[in-house]
């Protein structure tokens, strides 16, 4: 069956060059939220590229780890992140907006933004807008979103090979089954959050502390 991706190079044309900002982790219960802002003119990206695009959530691992380069080569981007304790003291919302100022900051890139959602990020000069499921619409943004989804897969991947019980490697942080029964049988880590409370709530003092590693 055939993947349809929302970007085409005959429509080329009709995506001007911006710089797309997008987050992952926003919703995990650990690790950091990673932010990547990403400018290219679509016009300009060799053949095959721009209908490979899409919100990484609809790419599978392999083919992200594969775009990964490609997207690095014929792009500009910059990358920022906010740690989970972080997170705990200035909430996942303010992290990751404070995060996304920073990434496109870090640019150096005098072009119109388009942010992945709802929110406008302080500390934006110029033409910056929020845009509603970007990673559909916006060219840019989808790259942002595989850029940064692959980074944090692999930090994450990383942290997993010091905390095994947790199954970072293949859950990445998120609230799998085993990721949240691995958390009641032997605690959390200082890689948790713990603002997010819904499971930790359940946790008596002695699980959660001392954090582990």
Not at 84 to 110: G, P
Not at 150 to 168: E, P, S
Request: proline share 5%; charged share 25%.
């Amino acid at each position: 069956m055939a993947v349809t991706r929302p970007f085409y190079r005959k429509r080329a044309s009709l995506f001007p060059p911006v710089i797309g900002c997008d987050e992952v982790g926003r919703g995990a219960l650990c690790g950091p939220v990673v932010v990547c802002a990403v400018w290219f003119e679509p016009e300009a990206l060799p053949k095959g590229v721009l209908g490979r695009l899409d919100d990484s959530k609809k790419i599978d691992r392999t083919e992200r780890e594969e775009l990964y380069p490609v997207i690095a080569r014929v792009s500009r981007a910059s990358f920022a992140a906010r740690s989970a304790r972080y997170i705990d003291v200035y909430n996942i919302r303010n992290a990751t907006l404070q995060a996304m100022t920073q990434a496109v900051n870090r640019l150096e890139i005098d072009a119109p933004v388009r942010i992945d959602g709802i929110d406008i990020p302080r500390g934006l000069s110029g033409d910056a807008k929020a845009v509603i499921k970007g990673d559909g619409k916006v060219p840019q943004i989808a790259a942002a979103s595989i850029l940064a989804k692959v980074l944090r897969d692999r930090l994450m991947a990383k942290l997993g090979r010091r905390h095994t019980h947790y199954c970072w490697d293949s859950n990445s942080g998120y609230g799998t089954a085993a990721h949240r029964n691995a958390i009641v049988e032997f605690g959390s880590t200082r890689h948790h959050r713990r603002s997010f409370g819904d499971l930790f709530a359940t946790l008596d003092d002695v699980r959660l502390e001392p954090l582990v590693g």
